[in-house]
């Protein structure tokens, strides 16, 4: 977050686990910008979950550098890389998890690049 230059804000806000009612786990959303990240905390676990993050600036790159900026033919070569489905647009390309939990990453583009990166993932 050191790159982070722009407003920053931090929340975090409790909720009642799913499976477990009296344990209350934390929800943590960081806004930076127009760019958010949400984060699922698990009492229990104490990890920090990526749930949702809509990504707007350059500032944050995801795995194998891929971030807001960047061209869409490097794009498609970087996500050759991993086990997802890929469904692709003039405007949008969005990449899905074959196996496991549902993970949905959805690339808007604009003029041949990438100009928001929006990631949905389930988190139990």
């Given at each position: 977050f050191a790159r982070i230059n722009t407003d920053f804000?931090?929340?975090?806000?409790?909720?009642?686990?799913?499976?477990?009612?009296?344990?209350?786990?934390?929800?943590?959303?960081?806004?930076?910008?127009?760019?958010?990240?949400?984060?699922?905390?698990?009492?229990?676990?104490?990890?920090?979950l990526l749930q949702v993050a809509d990504i707007r600036n350059g500032g944050i790159a995801l795995r194998?550098?891929?971030?807001?900026?960047?061209?869409?033919?490097?794009?498609?070569?970087?996500?050759?890389?991993f086990d997802v489905r890929i469904l692709q647009t003039n405007s949008e390309i969005v990449a899905t998890s074959v196996e496991g939990a549902p993970i949905s990453l959805r690339f808007f583009l604009k003029n041949g690049k990438v100009n928001r990166i929006r990631y949905e993932g389930y988190v139990d």
């Open positions: 804000t931090l929340d975090a806000d409790p909720i009642e686990n799913m499976h477990r009612p009296a344990i209350t786990d934390t929800i943590y959303t960081i806004r930076f910008g127009e760019s958010v990240i949400e984060l699922y905390a698990p009492t229990q676990t104490g990890e920090l194998n550098n891929m971030k807001v900026g960047m061209g869409q033919p490097e794009l498609m070569t970087k996500l050759k890389n």
